[in-house]
Nanobody, 120 residues
Framework: VQLQASGGGLVQPGGSLRLSCAAS????????MNWYRQAPGKQRESVAR???????NYVDYGQGRFSISTDYAKKMVYLQMNSLKPEDTAVYYC???????????????WGQGTLVTVSS
């Protein structure tokens, strides 16, 4: 399974971006699709996770700025980011946990990352 992320770019503080990530391949079931980010000089951190009906946001601490959504039929995951702050500047990675049909062993794939820069 390959993941292709897109939608990053330069945005002013307070602006919005929508990241997209498409999974390609065949014969697999997606268990979860997630977003992570890594800021310069920092460790990669979890941004948001969508697994079945369970959605978790990890970085905006209830502020409601980030929203993850998925379309499993299209094998897509999105991250809507509003009211962006300079500290949101990072490379954003999509991640998928998946299994081949009829198999229980879960595998993991990562996208190549898309850079989000929040600056005036």
């Amino acid at each position: 399974v390959q993941l292709q992320a897109s939608g990053g770019g330069l945005v002013q503080p307070g602006g919005s971006l929508r990241l997209s990530c498409a999974a390609s391949g065949s014969g697999f079931i997606i268990d979860a699709m997630n977003w992570y980010r890594q800021a310069p000089g920092k460790q990669r951190e979890s941004v948001a996770r969508s697994s079945g009906g369970d959605i978790r946001n990890y970085v905006d601490y209830g502020q409601g700025r980030f929203s993850i959504s998925t379309d499993y039929a299209k094998k897509m995951v999105y991250l809507q980011m509003n009211s962006l702050k300079p500290e949101d500047t990072a490379v954003y990675y999509c991640n998928a946990r998946w299994r081949y049909y009829g198999r229980s062993f879960e595998r993991e794939s990562w996208g190549q990352g898309t850079l989000v820069t929040v600056s005036s």
